[in-house]
């Protein structure tokens, strides 16, 4: 019944632990596919963690300008994701590729949601102490 969810999650798995161990073309050929499978059932949060894996993929292997262009892709699409989590994962991937002052902006209004956005004072300290944004500058 829900088999098609759990391989768009399974792929984006799968391509994360191939990234994780340097295997970035194979990484690069599973964030793809799985790119092309999210797109007809409107699954945008997992394109949208293939699309992370894809452009850092795409960065290590040397094609920078086509993982800049799709990581600000991302960040464009996940403005329109109700989750500021999204946004945050789309900006820090677009750090990790160059620094930009933009994106270094849009990471720190989509911190600033996702703070916003937490119940308690306890909960928005947690997340202020452990925010990428130490990363960020």
Known sequence: FHGWIWR???????AEILAARGDWSGALDLAT???????????????LLAEHVRSR????????????AGAWASVEEART?????????AATTVLA???????????????????RGL???AGRAIFRDNAPLTDAG
Not at 8 to 14: G, Y
Not at 33 to 47: D, E, S, T, W
């Open 97 to 115: 590729i160059t620094a930009d002052e933009r994106a270094r902006a849009e990471l720190v209004e989509a911190a600033s949601a996702i703070e």
């Open 81 to 89: 994701y109700p989750d500021p989590a999204m946004r945050l994962r």
């Open 119 to 121: 119940p308690t004072e």
């Open 33 to 47: 596919g799985c790119i092309a499978g999210c797109r007809p059932l409107l699954r945008v949060k997992y394109r």
């Open 8 to 14: 768009s999650r399974m792929a984006v798995l799968f």
């Open 57 to 68: 993929a795409l960065s290590a292997l040397g094609r920078r300008d086509d993982a800049v």
